[in-house]
DNA sequence: CCAAGGGTCGTGACAGTGTCAACCGTGCCC
DNA sequence: GGGCACGGTTGACACTGTCACGACCCTTGG
């Protein structure tokens, strides 16, 4: 008896999750195609749907409506951005290289994919209270919090600012990726967004390790 | 007869600006007005025609349509926050205290007017080509500017590096901003806004301009 | 003084959107 | 077999932005 495909019985009707693995799946990666395709202003559940093979109204049955779908959507980039960010953090030497590379591959991930990195931000049509988006975002900043560790490990920062280098060096790189998108910069700066990134990280953590010792 | 006649569709098209200046200037302000009313998604140009007294299709008619209408709106917004940061770049002692200022300004502005600040950077539901919208963008740059001509006249800028530090401050604060809006912050750090930008921009001008010789 | 015309805006219609109630088919268990 | 819960479709609804058309007003020419 091939039983091996059941699911979960009662956790799936406890949690507002439900539908087939598979079709919420399909959707998900329809909703990359579609982005890509039609840009942001073209999503549609509709378009995601005809995508996926399913009908018009499946997004809004098997995941709870239009911000649900894209809360999950938003919370497997956060997965994703989690992993590069880690790998950029691992292979730096130093804390002032882990700082930097962390922020220019956070930087670089947001420009390769700017469709999904604009999703993920774009908290007036997510679900913002959304536990497992809540988790996989505290998950891809970890890489983040390491390298600031590094530094106070190292002596350059002190116990009592690591909230406020960790919140300015997080500002910094996403608001290097906001403005890049917004085309604010055209013509402006070089074009290279990996030079880009790799100099005004390195300008930031560079002034935040090397400060005289008296800074007002 | 279903056949159009000689409608002449370029000579419409010829003045985009067109309409009473009036009821251009009460739809502008009925953007604000269902802006605070109903959140960003919430906005739709039937609504800002019904707040303004106008039929539904007046902004398309009076604007063009509605990334028309919003480019406007979000230019007349860089003007008011161009206001903002020449005020606060005019009332700094030195070069350090003017850019920490613009900076604070920057987030402080974004932050009580959160749902305006948005609309001036959605550049995928505006019109970032017009030239009206550049020219208030430059404008409202220019505090910025000098409060960076100043660092480099006291000499804690080198010339090689103006675009970078340029960039890196805005990108800081422009990125402080947004991170408040998409409620990632909540929790996570203090809750006063004044506060927490003056905190952050004075940790990185301080940091930039008080760097020891040697960086890197 | 009146008719014509161009600009200003309302009216009606259309395709497309997200969401929801109602509706089937299919496998499961008693 | 007879419910029956689940996975998904169908159909409908209110709402959106955009466009063609028509009514009004102010100017202007004869």
């Known amino acids: 008896m091939p039983i091996g495909k059941t699911t979960n019985p009662t956790v799936a009707r406890a949690v507002v999750r439900s539908g ?3 079709s919420r799946r399909a959707l998900l990666e329809a909703v990359g195609v579609v982005l890509a395709a039609e840009g942001l202003e073209g999503l549609s559940l509709r378009k995601v749907a005809a995508q996926a093979g399913l009908s018009h109204a499946a997004p809004g049955v098997l995941f709870g409506g239009r911000a649900a779908m894209l809360t999950e959507y938003a919370a497997e980039g956060f997965r994703a ?3 590069r960010l880690d790998q950029a953090e691992r292979q730096a030497p130093d804390g002032v290289a882990a700082l930097a590379a962390v922020g220019s591959a956070y930087v670089l991930f947001a420009v390769a994919e700017p469709l999904r990195f604009q999703v ?3 908290t007036d049509t997510l679900l913002p209270r959304d536990p497992d988006y809540l988790a996989a ?3 891809g900043f970890l890489p983040l ?3 600031i560790e590094r530094g106070m490990d190292e002596g350059w920062i002190a116990v009592g600012e690591i909230e406020d280098v960790t919140l300015a060096a997080w500002s910094l790189v996403h608001g290097l990726a906001m403005l890049w998108f917004s085309k604010h910069l ?3 700066v070089s074009p290279d967004p990996k ?3 790799a100099r005004i990280t390195q300008l930031f953590a560079g002034s935040i390790a090397h400060r005289a010792p008296a800074t007002k």
Do not use: S
């Open 20 to 22: 087939t693995a598979q």
């Open 81 to 83: 951005l989690g992993r």
């Open 120 to 122: 993920m931000f774009r």
């Open 137 to 139: 975002c505290r998950e």
């Open 145 to 147: 919090q390491r390298a």
């Open 186 to 188: 055209a013509g402006r």
């Open 195 to 197: 030079r880009l990134a």
